[in-house]
């Protein structure tokens, strides 16, 4: 499969300032396609949705091509697309409305592999509605979330499992397909977090067996907003919160006020740039998009490969994520070190990288890094190349 980085970094403005960027699962870089479409947006004459004047049915058809594009890269119905600001605002959202027929006894299995938004909206909820959480725990040596504790988590009264598609820090891939099998099994809702996944690989929201699927297109090249897909006929059964004015229809109920319509022709363009990321791909976008991401995952594949032999090799460094299945992102400390200097030390050397639990607050716990600092997270996206990944391991071997 053809996947060309030189090709794919020209079209990023933000890449020419010299910093290696290896902070894309905080939050990627925005190609040109993306920025000429929000600016397009606004220049060609903005209106609110439902009017009778030609802007307005402007911003109609941008949401409509933004729920399109969405059922494109994720495989779901563009009817089931909900739109908002951001996963974590999202989560909330659903959570309200899913937890209104929770009863005293009822369980919900959230997992420590989480970020805690796909932890804490679900934990909160329970406590207001009498329900029993229970925990779906990571395997500290592997850094795997195993699936057969789940035969011991569900019962009947599971009414929701909530767990990641990759963690955001260690990078792991749960077996997705079979905790959804076993949750559908006692009639348990899957409400599965995309956010750090959907970077990096093909996603079909049926194959995992999610109910919900999320994801943020700030992780994937676009703009600052979140999605939650769902099949509609789940999102009629539910009545969250809504202004009486406002649409009583699915998905449009679960969408609170004036949306960010540039962003949302973003949103599009987005999608349209990561179904060209394959020079190869053909047929149509669901279908580009598919063949892209393959590419992408194999592309990330090779280079994280080099990433972990660089960091492995260092005996200052302490590398956690051991998951055979596991997306391209690096969590490690380095002895003599807070991992806040060591993100000082790289960014004086124009190398980008977060430190902190980076919310994954569970996991940094269970892992003892919490009150420490959490760890140094670097992670790869299809932008990046050998190039960054050199200079990482040369800023990081000085600190020997
Ligand atoms: C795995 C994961 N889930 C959820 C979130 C929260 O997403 P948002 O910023 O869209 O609320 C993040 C953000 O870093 C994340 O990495």
């Not at 994520?321 to 991992?339: C, E, I, L, N, S």
Request: proline share 5%; with cysteine.
């Amino acid at each position: 499969m053809t996947f060309d980085v030189n090709r794919v970094r020209a079209a990023y403005p933000a890449l020419s300032d010299g910093f290696a960027y290896l902070d894309g699962a905080a939050g990627t870089q925005v190609p040109a396609a993306v920025i000429e479409a929000i600016a397009h947006a606004y220049r060609a004459g903005m209106g609110n949705v439902g009017g009778t004047f030609p802007a307005s049915g402007r911003s109609g058809a941008i949401v409509a091509e933004c729920r399109q594009a969405l059922a494109d890269l994720t495989g779901a119905s563009p009817d089931g697309v909900v739109l908002g600001p951001n996963m974590t605002t999202l989560t909330y959202r659903l959570a309200e409305a899913l937890s209104r027929r929770w009863e005293p006894g009822d369980e919900v299995v959230v997992s420590r592999l989480d970020h805690d938004a796909n932890i804490r909206p679900w934990v909160q909820a329970a406590a207001r509605r009498g329900a029993t959480v229970r925990w779906a725990e990571v395997d500290l040596a592997t850094t795997e979330l195993p699936t057969a504790q789940y035969g011991e988590l569900l019962s009947e009264r599971t009414r929701l499992v909530a767990v990641t598609a990759a963690s955001n820090v260690v990078g792991t891939r749960p077996d997705l397909a079979a905790i959804a099998a076993a949750a559908h099994t006692v009639g348990a809702l899957v409400y599965v977090d995309g956010v750090h996944a959907t970077p990096h690989i093909p996603v079909d929201v049926a194959a995992f067996g999610a109910d919900f699927y999320a994801t943020s297109a700030y992780k994937w090249s676009g703009p600052h907003i979140g999605t939650v897909v769902a099949e509609p006929a789940l999102l009629e059964t539910l009545k969250p919160d809504k202004l009486a004015p406002a649409p009583a229809g699915v998905p449009g109920r679960f969408e609170r006020g004036t949306a960010a319509f540039a962003d949302l022709a973003g949103v599009a363009a987005a999608v349209e740039h990561l179904a060209a990321l394959a020079q190869a791909a053909s047929g149509n976008r669901r279908d580009r998009v598919l063949t892209s991401m393959a590419a992408v995952e194999e592309y990330e594949t090779l280079l994280f490969a080099r990433m972990l032999d660089g960091l492995g090799a260092m005996d200052h460094v302490t590398l956690y994520g051991r998951a055979a299945r596991r997306t391209p992102t690096a969590f490690f400390t380095v002895a003599g070190h807070t991992p806040r200097q060591v993100a000082g030390h790289l960014a004086a050397r124009r190398v980008n990288v977060w430190n902190g639990d980076n919310y994954a607050w569970e996991l940094a716990g269970a892992l003892g890094l919490r009150d420490s600092g959490g760890a140094v997270r670097a992670g790869l996206v299809h932008y990046n190349d050998e190039a960054d990944v050199d200079r990482l391991l040369a800023a990081v071997a000085e600190l020997a």
